[in-house]
């Protein structure tokens, strides 16, 4: 028989384990909403000097003149059009090396291919900036003869690369997931490889691959060091992806440090914090229903 | 010897003949040279002890056996007229005309409509009308029709393991092959379940070409009109079932049927 006090040890155990599992969640809860506050708090006040309707129409960034001009229209584009064209580049190009690893190469080859990608994404990201300031900039100056290397391609470009490993591990493993009697069963009803892939594999591994997608995307947008030094840093909203940009991430880290704690301007870059956080919680939030949709078709 | 032609009575049609056959897993023969003739429109069972090889030997008839890398044939197989190992054998073209259906049920993360539509869709019928029809037929040949018509926009794994298996068999008929291969399609499945598929079975042999991996001698019986018996890759005994389980011609074929061994 069991001994009653190993039992109750057993027991108490579990009591333990649990309470440290909700203690921990509730806690990341309190300092998520601690963060939210704290934001709200430093970045409302933006509002006593400017009003919504400037912030978001006007693209005068000024913040430094009197009174300051605190337009971020272009901010915000920046973030959004790198975002958008870091992801048009990374993600067709991850889903590609994805769908090559877990579906198509030897398992020599994919035996290589994964850590190597693993390893790309060891690298830190000042190092991608670094390349982009000192090796694509003057190249890409050089060869089409624009004003300047630093803009929105080469950001895009550096921002793609650091996603790419991000976005390419997680949607194999979306696809090597996909059980092999899917792919059995299509290939006896006499489906070609490429087939089985792009109408069965694919389509299964479908909400594993969007959330995959959406983390690559909030990862792109949030990323500071890459677009800092190679995106050009100029406040206007780019005509060709050749102009510069300037994107909030970048805005804040570059100006925060000058400012003096509680003038316009610091409640105007914690606004554009604010704005960063909102839009990076809703995108999770829609991996997170993507995900929870996902299990309950697979069900 | 076995003698291969002795049971063909003349109204029955060779479907496919197994000439010499092998079959090497890297350095393991699994299949070791034999022969028999499975007749159209026949049940076909294959029996034998785990490992002895009917699983291997059902995925010689498809060629699915081109997906494991150290599998490697000798001898041939020949359906509806040409060797399927022939260098000119369009792989695509031969699973077409073989429907397989597997141990483990196993429709695709798709409507109903689609699991059924699957097959038809990627041979290039796009008409809706027509697609509306084979996925209806297939079903009403599954017998699954009367309990799914209703809903066939919702998922196929939603439905029960029984139900999972008879769509399963929808979609393998669905391109209308000639062939029907079943590796222990109930082995997964409660009795009653396994009783619908049984009865199935016997209607799909009006049209189809049974072969049929089964571990259940009664199921054997009960449905099948040839038997084989495997044992560590030798086809030890092919015949009528009736005789088999009567008065089979090999002792070692009696021992199996018995329980004494396998
Ligand atoms: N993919 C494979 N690679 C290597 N060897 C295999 C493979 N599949 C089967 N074998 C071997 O081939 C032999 C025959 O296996 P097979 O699956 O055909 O037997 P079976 O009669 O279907 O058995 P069961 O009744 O358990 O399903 C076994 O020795 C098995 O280990
Ligand atoms: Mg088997």
Redesign the pocket.
């Known amino acids: 028989m069991i001994d009653s006090r190993n039992f109750s040890f057993a027991n108490s155990g579990d009591k333990i384990a649990s309470m440290v599992v909700h203690g921990v969640s509730a806690l990341g809860l309190i300092v998520m909403v601690f963060i939210l506050w704290f934001l709200f708090a430093e970045g409302i006040p933006v509002l006593k000097s400017v009003t919504i309707g400037d912030i978001f129409r006007s693209s005068d960034w000024y913040p430094a003149e009197e009174p300051p001009a605190l337009g971020m229209f272009a901010i915000i584009s920046g973030t959004l059009i790198v975002t958008l064209l870091s992801s048009l580049i990374a993600l067709p190009v991850s889903y590609l090396f994805a769908i090559f690893t877990a579906e198509i190469a030897p398992s020599w080859l994919r035996n290589i291919l994964k850590p190597m990608l693993e390893l790309l994404g060891f690298l830190p990201s000042i190092v991608l900036g670094f390349l982009g300031m000192v090796v694509v900039a003057p190249w890409m100056q050089g060869s089409f003869e624009i004003l300047t290397g630093l803009n929105l391609l080469n950001a895009s470009i550096f921002l793609g690369i650091m996603i790419l490993p991000i976005v390419g591990s997680l949607v194999e493993e979306a696809l090597s997931s996909i059980p092999e009697e899917l792919r059995y069963a299509s290939f006896a009803l006499g489906a070609t490889k490429w087939e089985t892939i792009s109408k069965v594999v694919f389509p299964a591994a479908l909400p594993g691959i969007l959330s995959a997608s959406l983390l690559g995307i909030m990862r792109s947008m949030g990323e500071t060091m890459v677009v800092l030094m190679v995106a050009g840093g100029a406040a206007i909203i780019p005509d060709s992806i050749f102009d510069p940009i300037r994107p909030l991430t970048s805005t804040i880290a570059a100006e925060m440090g000058e400012t003096p704690v509680g003038s316009a301007h610091y409640h105007a870059l914690f606004f554009a914090g604010l704005l960063l956080f909102l839009i990076t919680l809703a995108l999770n939030m829609l991996s997170a229903w993507i995900e929870s949709k996902g299990k309950i078709a697979q069900q | 010897m076995l003698n291969i032609n002795k049971h063909s009575s003349n109204d029955t049609k060779i479907q496919i003949e197994t000439k010499d056959l092998s079959l090497y897993y890297g350095q393991d023969k699994v299949i070791k040279n034999i022969s028999f003739n499975i007749y159209e429109r026949m049940v076909t069972a294959l029996i034998g002890p785990?490992g002895c090889g009917?699983?291997?030997y059902?995925r010689c008839l498809n060629r699915m056996n081109d997906f494991i890398q150290e599998a490697r044939t000798e001898g041939e197989i020949t359906i509806n007229g040409s060797n399927i190992y022939d260098k000119a054998t369009d792989v695509i073209e031969l699973r077409r005309k073989i429907g397989m259906v597997f141990?483990k049920p196993n429709p695709f993360p798709m409507s109903i409509y689609e699991n059924v539509a699957y097959a038809p869709r990627l041979f290039g019928v796009k008409d809706r009308e027509k697609l509306d029809e084979i996925v209806k037929s297939s079903l009403e040949g599954a017998a699954l029709w009367d309990e799914v018509y209703g809903k066939l926009k919702t998922p196929g794994t939603g439905l029960s393991g029984g139900q999972q298996q008879r769509l399963c068999i929808a979609r393998a008929i669905a391109t209308e092959p000639d062939i029907l291969l079943m590796?222990?399609p109930t082995s997964a499945l409660d009795p009653l379940s396994t009783l619908r598929i049984e009865e199935l079975i016997r209607e799909l042999k009006k049209k189809f070409t049974v072969v049929i991996?089964t571990h259940n001698m009664q199921q054997a019986a009960r449905i099948s009109d040839y038997t084989a018996f495997f044992l560590l890759g030798d086809l030890v005994e092919y015949n009528v079932t009736n005789k088999m389980f009567t008065s089979p011609d090999d002792r070692r074929t009696e021992d199996y049927i018995t329980g004494r061994f396998g």
């Open positions: 785990s009917k699983s291997s059902l141990q590796d222990e991996v």
